[in-house]
């Protein structure tokens, strides 16, 4: 398992733009794929885009043309780039890691962060 730190939420009007890094500290991030998922209230937690150690990457269909996942290994970050942004985005995103592929689902990656809120007001 691995830490995981995410940051970058917070407000932002629709049509606007946010970007989350996931950091993990002090560790070689370049062996591991790393997803973004997101859990709005009542609803359960949803694959968002992902991107193997490869470089490879697998975006969900709302997430297509609007948001990006990157990664930077030398600074042992992947980032979400999120635009144009929806009310129905709203919701809390983690990053998620496992071992060098991406998974199908929440319950295949066992390294998860605590989350942070990302909120679009119309």
């Known amino acids: 398992q691995v830490q995981l730190v995410e940051s970058g939420g917070g407000l932002v009007q629709v049509g606007g733009s946010l970007r989350l890094p996931c950091v993990a500290p002090?560790?070689?991030?370049?062996?591991?794929?790393v997803a973004w998922f997101r859990q709005a209230p009542g609803q359960e937690r949803a694959l968002v885009a992902a991107?193997?150690?490869?470089?490879?990457?697998h975006y969900v269909e709302f997430a297509k043309g609007r948001f990006t996942i990157a990664r930077d290994n030398a600074k042992n970050t992947v980032y979400l780039q999120m635009n144009s942004l929806k009310p129905e985005d709203t919701a809390i995103y983690y990053c998620?890691?496992?071992?060098?592929?991406?998974?199908?689902?929440?319950?295949?990656?066992?390294?998860w962060g605590q989350g942070t809120q990302v909120t679009v007001s119309s």
């Open positions: 998620a890691a496992r071992d060098y592929y991406i998974g199908g689902g929440a319950a295949q990656y066992n390294s």
């Open positions: 991107v193997a150690s490869a470089g490879d990457t």
């Open positions: 002090g560790r070689t991030f370049s062996r591991y794929a």
